[in-house]
């Protein structure tokens, strides 16, 4: 069997990203899309191509244009031999529900007031439209800003809010006390969701960023010394807006079994 060389792989990566830039431009109402997941994270594997894409609102052809684009993403894959995810096709999802996914959607707090991350079985994630809130969270701090087509300013926003989110359920759920090792907390951000991943390298800054801006900590020498006191004070104020209830139930563009039904191709996406 011979090896595929590093260079074959990185010309398929690009001739994807090209052609998948082309589709995104034609999507209405688009605010961003973004590629995110294993394909950010292990470069050297071929597999399936996650990619995050967000439409500012839904109107009578939204429903059309994301199993348009789902197609052409499966398509892509298949022809830059890639594998299409037969399950989950593509995430076409409207801003609402990213800000939704941000913001915490998927957190409950315990009896005992602790922030908790809902945890969906694989079926779940298939039946549950609450469970894509949680995929979402975690795929907008999985990305390395590679742009599909729209706002970057915006991407960067929703970026930063996700990191921030994330972190501050990451310092409950690790029991830092004054400081933990940068390295550490890089893997931390995704072993909290059980995922292999560590935060690549641009999202790490902008998770300093977000750090510094929200008076959260300092860097020095390997480490992140925190300030406990705007950590406590922050997370209280993400659990209440978790038990407020306040975030929208934002509607679904279409379930994942209409989704799969509609880009049926083959043997590939099964109806």
Known sequence: MVQESAGDLLSSRLRFYSSMSLVAQKMPNLVYSVITGGFVHNLRKRGDVDIVTVVSHIDGSTKLSAIEFAKRHIELQQQ?????????????????????????????????????????????????????????????????????????????????????????????????????????????????????????????????????????????DGYLWLNQGEVIRQLSALKSVVQSGVMTNATHIMPWSDLRRSVAINVIIKP
């Not at 915490?104 to 009896?111: A, D, K, M, N, P």
């Not at 090792?181 to 560590?198: G, H, I, N, S, W």
Request: charged letters at 30%; aromatic letters at 10%; glycine letters at 2%.
């Open 80 to 220: 830059n031999d890639f594998t299409p995810d037969s399950v989950f096709p593509t995430d076409v999802v409207t801003r609402q529900q990213i800000v939704d996914a941000i913001s915490g959607r998927s957190f409950s707090v315990t009896v005992d007031g602790r922030l908790h991350l809902e945890h969906f079985t694989d079926d779940d994630i298939k039946n549950n439209p609450e469970a894509d809130y949680r995929v979402w969270l975690f795929e907008m701090i999985s990305h390395d800003f590679d742009i599909l087509h729209g706002s970057s300013n915006l991407l960067v926003s929703d970026t930063e809010t996700a990191l921030h989110t994330v972190f501050l359920f990451v310092c409950e759920a690790c029991v830092y006390k004054q400081k933990v090792r940068l390295e550490k907390l890089q893997r931390d951000m995704f072993r909290v969701a059980e995922l292999p991943y560590t935060l690549k390298e641009r999202q790490y800054r902008h998770l300093v960023r977000m750090i510094k801006r929200e008076s959260l900590g300092q860097v020095k």
